[in-house]
């Protein structure tokens, strides 16, 4: 699959079947997550493989989302700030949720590799799951990824905003491109 069809096939899939994902797919999705950017080369991010189905299912009551229960793995993704704050002062909490970012995304392209599917989950009782999990209190909960083979495969495309609604050039606003002239040397 090339990128660009990789990326335009992510989606956000909410309806699995019942089939158990093979882990290791699970984990080298993790390890593709390693690779993204990180600031002053601090990685904050820790992930948790969440295989007990008690468990899942307390996830999905504690996101609000039944469909976080009809998988057999979730992985949370937590980040510990300290070390960007260390690093970088207040500005460290920024950086730490840009990295944090980047690298689910590149967790995320690499299940849709593998042809597993996810939905990023980001609204949930935090301190719920951090005591499920025993996840310490300065660390921070950034989303649950539930992960399974999508139920349905759908043929209709989504309508994605143009690239002309989005793209300025110099300045906010400004739709112009102006070619830059050649630096003298």
């Known amino acids: 699959m ?7 096939s992510r989606k956000s ?13 699970i984990i080298e999705a993790i390890d593709a997550a390693r690779f993204a950017p990180m600031a002053g080369n601090n990685y904050t991010l820790k992930f948790i493989v969440v295989d007990d189905l008690e468990i899942i299912k307390k996830l999905a009551e504690y996101s609000q989302q039944d469909f976080v229960a009809q998988t057999y793995y979730v992985v949370v993704v937590c980040s510990d700030h300290s070390r960007t704050v260390n690093a970088f ?23 849709v590799e593998k042809g597993l599917s ?20 300065h660390v921070r909960i950034e989303a649950l990824f539930p992960i399974g083979y999508e139920f349905k495969k759908s043929s209709e495309k989504k309508a994605k905003i ?23 040397v």
């Open 2 to 8: 090339s990128f660009d069809s990789l990326i335009r």
């Open 13 to 25: 899939v909410k309806e699995f079947k019942n089939r158990m994902p093979d882990w290791r797919d």
């Open 89 to 111: 002062g207040k500005q460290g909490e920024h950086y730490s949720t840009q990295q944090a970012g980047g690298a689910m995304q590149n967790f995320w392209l690499k299940l």
């Open 118 to 137: 996810t939905c990023w989950v980001g609204h949930f009782v935090e301190n719920l799951i951090k005591k499920e999990l025993k996840i310490p209190e």
């Open 162 to 184: 143009e690239l002309d609604n989005i793209l300025y050039f110099n300045s906010y606003g400004d739709k112009k491109m102006r070619h830059p002239k050649k630096i003298e």
